[in-house]
């Protein structure tokens, strides 16, 4: 895969993250396949497996997020504007005329 250097860069970052917060997951993947003999790798154990990897793919996309634009607003939001007329106190409709 061909990257700019901005890009590759971008990796390198999500790499260096991703590895550091995902090695609690690699280690308990490592520990359940050294733990089964061959005739217990599938089955329940793939189910186990694929929720170890799932976690690792969350971790991904928290650290390509992580480093990127928030696209939120900046310091705190503006008071509400104050209301003109008192909403009205009765929950039926107006008579007909």
């Given at each position: 895969?061909?990257?700019?250097?901005?890009q590759e860069?971008?990796?390198?970052?999500?790499?260096?993250?991703?590895?550091?917060?995902?090695?609690?997951e690699?280690?308990?993947?490592?520990?359940?396949?050294a733990?089964?003999?061959?005739?217990?790798?599938?089955?329940?154990t793939?189910?186990?497996?694929?929720?170890?990897?799932?976690?690792?793919?969350?971790?991904?996309?928290?650290?390509?997020l992580?480093?990127?634009?928030k696209?939120?607003?900046?310091g705190?939001?503006p008071?509400?504007?104050?209301?003109?007329?008192?909403?009205?106190?009765?929950?039926?409709?107006?008579?007909?005329p």
């Amino acid at each position: 895969m061909d990257l700019t250097p901005d890009q590759e860069a971008e990796a390198r970052r999500i790499y260096d993250a991703l590895r550091a917060a995902a090695d609690t997951e690699i280690l308990a993947l490592a520990r359940l396949l050294a733990s089964k003999p061959d005739s217990q790798i599938f089955g329940q154990t793939e189910f186990q497996v694929r929720d170890l990897v799932h976690k690792i793919g969350a971790r991904a996309i928290e650290a390509a997020l992580d480093g990127r634009k928030k696209g939120g607003t900046r310091g705190p939001a503006p008071a509400a504007r104050p209301a003109t007329t008192a909403p009205a106190s009765s929950a039926t409709p107006p008579a007909a005329p």
